[in-house]
């Protein structure tokens, strides 16, 4: 297993909630790692990402809420998420992207986030 989620959980609108993802040693250290979300009924989003030397990118509708980061040191990377919304309800994803052929090809099992 490469990646393993962990974090999450239910919230108020408001609140603040952390999602991890534990890597393994090769796409910690060479991979560009992100987080996907998919609510019921939705498509699956891509919400933030964040190259090897490279600056993140959001998704519109968390920029300014959202911060992606990674410890290579600790073999994780992972999202702080503020001012959650109703709508950031979804069960989140992470993933990582190894080469531009293969794209976002490895993925973690998922974890659930609620905001109420």
């Known amino acids: 297993v490469q990646l393993v989620e962990s974090g999450g959980g239910s919230v108020q609108a408001g609140g603040s909630l952390n999602v991890s993802c534990l890597a393994s040693?090769?796409?910690?250290?060479?991979?560009?790692v992100g987080w996907y979300r998919q609510a019921p009924g939705k498509d699956r989003e891509l919400v933030a990402h964040?190259?090897?030397?490279?600056?993140?990118g959001y998704g519109d509708s968390v920029k300014g809420r959202f911060i992606i980061s990674r410890d290579n040191a600790k073999n994780t990377f992972s999202m702080q998420m503020n001012n959650l919304k109703i709508e950031d309800t979804a069960k989140y994803v992470c993933?990582?992207?190894?080469?531009?052929?293969?794209?976002?090809?490895?993925w973690g099992q998922g974890t659930q986030v609620t905001v109420s």
């Open positions: 040693n090769y796409i910690i250290n060479n991979c560009a």
């Open positions: 993933a990582a992207a190894c080469s531009v052929s293969a794209g976002w090809s490895t």
């Open positions: 964040l190259g090897y030397s490279s600056p993140a």
